[in-house]
């Protein structure tokens, strides 16, 4: 047997340090008592009471419609954004290109945020669109932003694939949209489900950009929760933190079961293939 | 389905070249509008008046129409009091020179506690890698804001902590932690530790096993070989990590807003305030301005690594 050394102690403090706080979140949205820190008991009544709240209740709503739309956006910019940079070698104002896809993922959210408010006061006053802030504005923003992290998933993606299918396409005569789409898309698949979540949970997850980019009538559950959370702690907010963490956690446990099996059937596709050729 | 699929294929098909500059338009001409034009507005606000208007700066360009002369002539104003005042006046300086330090220390724990597990994980028998690493990416997954808003029950005077601490005698009356500079370093490395912990496994991962057996076989000892071999073979993985966590951290805006205290001073707070609480929408882009200055070394060697990662992996 391998002693319990350094490396396993430090693992196991790193995996306590990430997962205690989250469990004790969990816990405590059970208990009875307000003061959420001191146990009195169990009780399910803050799950009853988040369901009679509805400014929390529409900003979740307005949350989940911007954070699908725009991580449809993302995907769609961000899967031409990784394609060029892997496939199409160099051409004008790659470098340019590059930057800006690479940027957004260290800009700190506060110049994201005004930076691009300070877009839109411009383009209202220039052109007239948009027209005042709200939901368009946040989905913008929140593209904008998570399409650079869509784009790094592909762009991995596609820099660990053989090419060599897509070089045999195209010498069998197929053109290129339809090398794409017969080839390239299905083996790109899983990152493209993963880029959609990944684009769709920091858009849920994101309130400073939305905070500058948003107009009065368009609050979203992330900026109800900072302004709740600004006045103390409340056993709602462990109860929703919780209902969350469990939306989160079953989201990934099922892809990661969808992605895994999927990858085994490619792999036996591709055994099939080799044996019978 | 498959109609519009075979249609969608034919059609792009006969655009042929052409729908290859299509592929590379739209993202760039996306990124262009809501990217880089953004920066250029903030920068030219930046030398703008405040004013109280809709909206609240002055413009810096003006059309001047003399009648009796009947001469006209464009007039730029640029008002660079915003820079001085950033210059002059040591709140500024000092949530700067603030920010930095709470960034450079938050990046130091994230490493402390990342490069152990990260070592750890790459050494792991490669069944169990996979599911090691998932359970380091999955917190990354939930909220931001509801693991920080965690810490605040753990760190609050009669929080869990506290709390323990009396129940140990080690205390002997509630202690708060919560609203001090510890309070946002403990939550800032625990918000950005999977930033770490990726890169720096991705690095240790691809090391060749062998090196340290011939150092082992050679007779360096353990310490002495991961000193010499792993350390600086896992260089790339350190510096990704520490600007993963140190450029936005720089500008974080939510954990010293709800763990720090009143003094903890950061940029991201004085922008905010800025903005919101005072309406100076000029100097808080002046503020964005030389933020993105301390920052854009860090961002051009981020952007370097990247770039080399991106190639090695093809």
């Known amino acids: 047997m391998k002693r319990f050394g350094f490396l396993s102690w430090a693992l196991l403090f790193g995996y306590a340090f990430l997962y205690v706080p989250i469990a004790l979140l969990i816990v405590f949205s059970f208990n009875e008592s307000r003061l959420v820190t001191v146990w009195a008991g169990f009780s399910t009544k803050w799950y009853g009471e988040l369901i009679h709240n509805d400014t929390l209740l529409d900003a979740a709503l307005l949350s989940f419609q911007v954070a699908a739309v725009s991580a449809t956006l993302a995907v769609l910019l961000g899967t031409c954004a990784g394609l060029a940079l892997t496939r199409f070698g160099r051409f004008r104002g790659r470098t340019l290109f590059g930057g800006m896809i690479t940027a957004p993922l260290v800009m700190p959210e506060v110049i994201t945020g005004l930076s691009l408010l300070l877009l839109f006061v411009a383009m209202e006053q220039w052109v007239g669109w948009p027209d005042g802030r709200g939901v368009t504005t946040i989905t913008i923003a929140h593209t904008t932003f998570t399409m650079s992290y869509v784009a790094v998933v592909i762009q991995s993606r596609l820099a660990g694939m053989d090419g060599s299918l897509e070089e045999a396409a195209m010498d069998l005569g197929a053109r290129p949209a339809k090398v794409f789409f017969v080839i390239t898309l299905p083996l790109i698949a899983p990152a493209l489900v993963a880029g959609w979540l990944l684009a769709f949970t920091l858009s849920l997850d994101d309130v400073v950009v939305a905070s500058f980019v948003s107009g009065p009538g368009s609050t979203t559950l992330p900026m109800v929760i900072f302004s709740s959370v600004k006045f103390g702690i409340s056993p709602q907010i462990n109860a929703l933190a919780t209902l969350m963490v469990l939306v989160v956690a079953t989201g990934i446990f099922v892809a990661s079961i969808v992605m895994a099996r999927q990858e085994r059937q490619r792999k036996r596709d591709e055994q099939m293939a080799i044996q019978n050729g | ?314």
């Open chain 2, 1 to 314: 389905m498959r109609a519009v699929v075979s249609l969608l294929v034919s059609g792009l098909s006969r655009i042929g070249l052409w729908g290859r500059g299509v592929v590379v338009a739209v993202p760039y001409l996306w990124l262009m509008l809501f990217f880089l034009v953004p920066f250029l507005i903030v920068f030219g606000i930046s030398f703008s008046e405040s004013i109280i208007a809709q909206p609240p700066y002055s413009s810096l360009v003006e059309w001047l129409t003399d009648e009796d002369a009947g001469t006209s002539k464009l007039q730029i104003l640029l008002n660079i009091s915003n820079y001085f005042r950033l210059g002059g006046d040591d709140l500024y300086i000092l949530a700067y020179l603030n920010s930095l330090k709470i960034a450079a220390v938050t990046t130091l724990f994230c490493l402390l506690i990342g490069y152990p597990m990260a070592y750890a994980i790459a050494k792991a028998d490669p069944a169990r890698r996979g599911p090691l690493m998932m359970l380091v990416i999955l917190p990354f997954w939930t909220s931001f804001l509801i693991r920080i808003y965690a810490w605040i029950g753990i760190l609050k005077g009669n929080g869990v902590i506290s709390n323990l601490l009396e129940w140990a005698g080690i205390t002997s009356g509630p202690v708060e932690i919560l609203y001090s500079d510890w309070a946002v370093y403990i939550g800032m490395t625990y918000c950005y530790l999977p930033f770490m912990v990726l890169p720096l496994y991705s690095t240790l991962e691809k090391m060749d096993p062998s090196l340290l057996e011939a150092a082992a076989d050679l007779g360096s000892r353990p310490f002495k070989s991961f000193l010499q071999i792993t350390l600086p073979l896992s260089l790339p993985g350190i510096v990704a990590g520490s600007l993963l966590v140190f450029i936005p951290a720089v500008g974080e805006f939510v954990t010293p807003e709800l763990l720090g205290g009143p003094d903890t001073l950061m940029i991201g707070r004085v922008l905010w305030n800025e903005f919101f609480a005072n309406r100076d929408w000029p100097v808080a882009s002046a503020v964005a301005i030389a933020l993105l200055l301390v920052l854009v070394v860090p961002i051009m060697i981020f952007q370097h690594v990247q770039g080399k990662q991106a190639e090695a992996g093809r």
